[in-house]
């Protein structure tokens, strides 16, 4: 199987600071890394996501950089809002079939 | 498009009970999944299918079953409810399998007493 650890499981940050979010994976197979964002009693959402052949992909305020060769991948959120404020899931799919999902991170902006 | 529907929203169950939660998808996706959310833990994945009459096991399957008659439902059987399947129930859909997006329903919270 495979194996996500997430890191850290909260963060607080100042409003229009840098939040980032880390991740390890287990399986050299994995090749599609997804983040989920999920607010409170909501459902989880896609905000960005990676193939295993590029190294970083940006979306405004949000990046997200992969190095296989290490295994592990990172959610770069800038600029952060309170609305940013939300729980963070990495994920990586070794088989095409399926997710693992890490145990997420409560990210809190502090206005 | 409705999307992903769950239902119920929330549900209490004595131990030993069974029930069934629903999911439908309006999306005509292939790949259908349940996953259960536990604090803590993030999600984990109870079983998946690939289409129509193909169903597998994913990491914690124990206690679920399922079944895919049709390309848009996919229910998840609880057989003989107990404690630890206290959780909330995700339903999700994808395109084509999991290298795409994964789109969610809105969610059963169960809660076995």
């Known amino acids: 199987g495979e194996n996500v650890e997430q890191h850290p499981s909260t963060l607080s940050v100042q409003e229009g600071d840098s939040a980032v979010i880390k991740c390890t994976y287990s399986?050299?197979?994995?090749?599609?890394f997804p983040w989920y964002k999920q607010e409170l009693g909501k459902r989880p959402q896609l905000i960005i996501d990676?193939?295993?052949?590029?190294g970083e992909k940006k979306d405004q305020r949000i990046a997200v950089t992969l190095n296989k060769t290490a295994k592990h991948f990172s959610l770069h959120i800038t600029e952060t809002q309170p609305e940013d404020s939300a729980v963070y899931f990495c994920?990586?799919?070794?088989?095409?079939?399926?997710?693992?999902f890490g145990t997420g991170t409560s990210l809190t902006v502090i206005p | 498009n409705a999307g992903v529907t769950q239902t119920p929203k929330f549900q209490v169950l004595k131990t030993g009970q069974s029930m069934t939660l629903q999911c439908a998808q309006d999306?005509?996706?292939?790949?259908m999944s349940w996953y259960r959310q536990d604090p803590g833990m993030g999600l984990r994945l109870i079983h998946y299918?690939?289409?129509?009459?193909?169903?597998d096991q994913g990491e914690v399957p124990n206690g679920y079953n399922v079944s895919r008659s049709t390309t848009e439902d996919f229910p998840l059987r609880l057989l003989s409810a107990a404690p630890s399947q206290t959780s909330v129930y995700f339903c999700?859909?994808?395109?084509?399998?999991?290298?795409?997006?994964?789109?969610f329903g809105q969610g059963t919270r169960l809660t076995v007493v």
């Open positions: 299918s690939v289409g129509a009459g193909i169903t």
């Open positions: 999306m005509n996706h292939e790949y």
């Open positions: 990676i193939r295993s052949n590029v």
């Open positions: 399986d050299s197979a994995s090749n599609y």
């Open positions: 994920a990586a799919d070794n088989t095409g079939n399926q997710f693992y």
């Open positions: 999700a859909t994808n395109d084509r399998g999991g290298n795409t997006e994964a789109f």
